[in-house]
């Protein structure tokens, strides 16, 4: 686990000037900091290295020598450095956005924690935490409606799109790649490489049927029981999935500590007294997370006459990958208007079909 | 059989890609309408499924047609 985390730019007259660290107290010597300064110039590249000096173990992000800045993580001895880069690459984009005023001093203590959770992340938590970063969401939205780009036309829309930067699109591509998202292959006639969109994320609401099929064993008074099953029923009468909702559970969810709450309450009703305990086991923040989750009608809240209060779960979220089987009528348009060739939507409908038939165990 | 290929088989989604495929090497536009025509209509779908299944795990296989 990353012992520290620091933000750091080369200076031409100082050298190295470090802008921040977490914890205060972490102690780095200068010249392990220009050691790996000097071992990015060298490769002269945006990305990171891994280099191990004496007996400390960094892995380090750079974000090329227009910014000059570096993300650097002090890692366990033995750790493996590659888990934590793509976490790496994305804290530098969000550091560089927050620049102006120093706006990213208070973004460190949270950015520090994600580097160090992301690794244990399960792969829903993966695809919540994908989903929440700007770029990665919009690229997957561009993909949506058109189904098959080349990496010259996502990069011009990117510009466009976001013009404070866009953060490593060959990573976010490798990234995207890695989870199934996408394939990309040279076709025909195409001078840049093909994206093709094999796999969508799926997400909404569903009601919490583990609660619902007997929620006084979960934990619920009986008398509850009634009034809880019934706000269930109501609250998915009116439910229409939105990208606003959606949007609003993901950046809810990506606090680990919402989400372990949330996977507890998909498996019993929690009382308030259990407060001092679930702090003590990884929900410190546990009462702001509560209100957080009562605001958003993830859960309600109900208490007895002796002031006792149970918090259930109103809605779980689910979240998957799944083919985008409605992209075939984006196909049969680029066919019928010839707006795309005929190798290419060959090859797209090849690809999908091996990804469907593969997703199959 | 394998169950693997019983199940797609049943695929509608296969199919249409077949014809799809076979639409494009014969220049032809295609005039088929699939099971999906917009993502709104897909995802309507699959939470049509994941209530009817309450508790049950939702699967791919259950979006095989």
Redesign the interface.
């Known amino acids: 686990m990353p012992v520290g985390l620091i933000f750091m730019r080369w200076n031409e007259v100082a050298g190295n000037e470090i802008l921040a660290k977490f914890p205060e107290d972490l102690d780095v010597p200068d010249r392990t900091l220009m050691q790996v300064f000097h071992t990015h110039e060298y490769t002269g590249e945006t990305g990171m290295i891994s280099l191990m000096v004496g007996t400390t173990n960094i892995a380090s992000y750079y974000t090329g020598p227009e910014s000059n800045y570096c993300v650097l993580i002090v890692l366990g001895l033995g750790e493996d450095p590659d888990v934590y880069e793509s976490s790496l690459a994305e804290v530098a984009q969000i550091l560089l956005q927050n620049l102006d005023n120093d706006k990213y001093l208070k973004l460190i203590p949270s950015l520090y924690h994600h580097i160090r959770d992301y690794p244990f992340f399960n792969s829903e938590q993966q695809l919540i935490y994908l989903y929440q970063n700007d770029v990665k969401r919009g690229i997957i939205t561009q993909l949506?409606d058109e189904g098959v780009v080349t990496k010259s036309q996502l990069i011009t829309w990117l510009r466009q799109t976001y013009p404070r930067g866009f953060g490593d699109i060959d990573l976010t591509l490798f990234e995207f790649i890695q989870k199934d998202f996408i394939q990309m292959h040279s076709v025909k006639d195409e001078r840049s490489m093909v994206i093709f969109f094999i796999n969508?994320i799926?997400m909404?609401r569903?009601?919490a049927?583990?609660i619902?099929?007997g929620p006084h064993g979960k934990g619920l008074p009986k008398n509850f029981e009634a009034t809880y099953m019934n706000s269930s029923n109501l609250f998915?009468q009116n439910y229409n999935?939105s990208e606003e909702d959606n949007l609003k559970i993901i950046n809810i969810l990506k606090n680990p500590q919402a989400y372990e709450l949330l996977n507890l309450l998909r498996d019993n009703v929690i009382k308030n007294n259990d407060f001092d305990r679930l702090k003590k086991t990884g929900i410190p923040d546990i009462e702001n997370v509560f209100e957080t989750l009562l605001e958003a009608q993830i859960i309600m809240k109900f208490q007895d006459i002796e002031g006792t209060t149970f918090y259930a779960l109103l809605t779980d979220f689910?979240i998957?990958n799944?083919?985008?089987?409605?992209i075939?009528?984006v196909?049969?348009k680029y066919?019928?208007n010839r707006t795309k060739s005929?190798d290419i939507?060959?090859k797209y409908?090849n690809l999908?079909?091996e990804a469907?038939?593969n997703?199959?165990? | 059989m394998a169950k693997k290929d019983k199940l797609l088989k049943k695929s509608r989604f296969l199919n249409s890609v077949n014809s799809l495929r076979e639409a494009i090497a014969s220049d032809k536009s295609g005039s088929e309408k699939f099971q999906y025509s917009t993502r709104e209509g897909y995802i309507g779908k699959i939470l049509e499924i994941i209530m009817e299944k309450k508790e049950k795990k939702f699967l791919k296989e259950d979006l095989i047609v």
């Open positions: 949506r969508d799926v909404f569903k009601p049927f583990n619902l099929k998915f999935p689910f998957t799944l083919t985008p089987e409605y075939l009528s196909l049969q066919n019928k005929k939507l060959s409908l999908l079909e469907y038939i997703s199959f165990p």
